[in-house]
């Protein structure tokens, strides 16, 4: 099959579309694909995931407005089918991969599940289809790594007889579809016909720019545009760190920096979470990290700490309370990474409960969108020393500070989201700590270390 064939094929909705991992990423596109016209089948190594999405439920965890319709819908019609034989591919003109590409201790990209992917999928792969990986991967995998595995195991020519791309995701939890159907993407092709081809393709989903060019250049800017976010985040992170070394209030300084012309400043806050900005600065400084990347790492190293920051913040207010951290109850809102979300995936709040508890503290979470922790405010409050604002969730803009003083055994908080009205929760007889303007409170720089 030539790519113009193809072509033909996509325009017609003839093609038969192929995609490997239906997790976060995989499954909206298969069901994208399937919704716009495409027999789609859906590989997954999972036996209950493909058992799930085959009864019509989604497996994903966390509300994903308009997808559960969607997939009913592909399942009614029968557009869409889930399997773990990934030899019902042979068939497929259009092979999408979206498996794991996590990093480990060591920050170090593992890329086992994508080359397993690709050889498995590679032993029954049609001549002159079209592979494209969707998992984030470091600069420059495509070309030296899957490239030529793929040949290899098909003994077929790139650009001829076997066609290649990286077309990365940028979805977010939470709003899969809506961000799929909306967001712009770069389509890399190892051709430009190829990189053509990929753009009539999401054509078929997506409403907003595509734009073609080769898949190094793809990878980059996927993993470019994360780091970019993480490095903005740690400035603000080191920016609060700053204000609070010199009594400064970081949320004020912040607001009023805004006011100079092209500067935009981030929320400061208690570290950052969530599947995608705390890996993909490392994917992206993976091939040149030893050489040349520093200032990325740097961002990294910031924003790990920020957990552990908010343990010394809320180490600090006890201790202004004559209370010993070892012998407190603190009451943790928020387990989420994400504000008016369910998802704890890599969330702050799990370093900051592990690090509590190994000091000796008793943590009791609250999260009214994680079902395993939605007890209530109140019940969380109980006879606890400290209350740490974890997750800038609506929920705790509104909280009544009077009635919680009734309940707390002592009276400090510590708001790490800046979503506290201060004066409220002072005048209710609360010590006040806010990340990023403690010291501002007469905590002084000198006592920082004390425990
Ligand atoms: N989750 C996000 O928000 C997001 C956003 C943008 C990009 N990405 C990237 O997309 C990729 C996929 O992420 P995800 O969150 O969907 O991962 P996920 O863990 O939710 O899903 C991956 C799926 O692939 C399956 N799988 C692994 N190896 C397989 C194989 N050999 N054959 C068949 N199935 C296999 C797994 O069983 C799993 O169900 C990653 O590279 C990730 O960095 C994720």
Known sequence: MTLVELRRKIDTREAIVGVIGLGYVGLPVSCAFAES????????????????????????????????????????????????????????????????????????????????ACSSVATTLKRGALVIIESTVPPGTTDSLIAPLLERATGRRLSEDLHLGHCPERVMPGKLLANLRGMSRVCGGAS???????????????????????????????????????????????????????GGNVWQVRELVNKSPGRHVLL?????????????????????????ARLIVAARQVNDSMPVHVVDLVCRILEGADRRIGESRIALLGYSYLENSGLPLNSPSIIVAERLRELGAHVVIQDPHVPEHARSVQDAAQGVDCVVLMVAHAQYRELDWVTLRGLVRTATMVDARNIVDEAAASAAGFTYGGLGKMASRGLTPAALHRR
């Open 268 to 292: 400061p806050g208690a570290g950052v979470g969530g599947h995608c900005i705390p890996k993909d600065p490392w994917l992206l400084i993976a091939n040149a990290r030893d050489s040349v």
């Open 37 to 116: 016209g495409f027999s789609t089948i859906g590989v997954d190594l999972k036996a209950a995931r493909v058992a799930a999405i085959n009864d019509g439920v989604s497996p994903l965890e966390g509300d994903e407005p308009g997808l559960p319709a969607v997939l009913a819908e592909v399942r009614r019609t029968q557009r869409f089918r889930a399997t773990t034989d990934v030899n019902e591919l042979a068939d497929a003109d259009v092979v999408v991969i979206a498996v794991e590409t996590p990093i480990d201790a060591d920050h170090r990209p593992r890329l086992e599940a994508l080359v397993a």
């Open 192 to 246: 430009r016909e190829t990189a053509e081809t990929i753009v009539a393709l999401y054509r078929t989903i997506v409403n907003a720019d595509l734009d073609a060019t080769d898949c190094l250049t793809a990878e980059l800017v996927k993993t470019a545009e994360n780091a970019y976010r993480d490095v903005n985040i740690a400035f603000a992170n080191e920016l609060a760190l700053i204000c609070e070394a010199v």
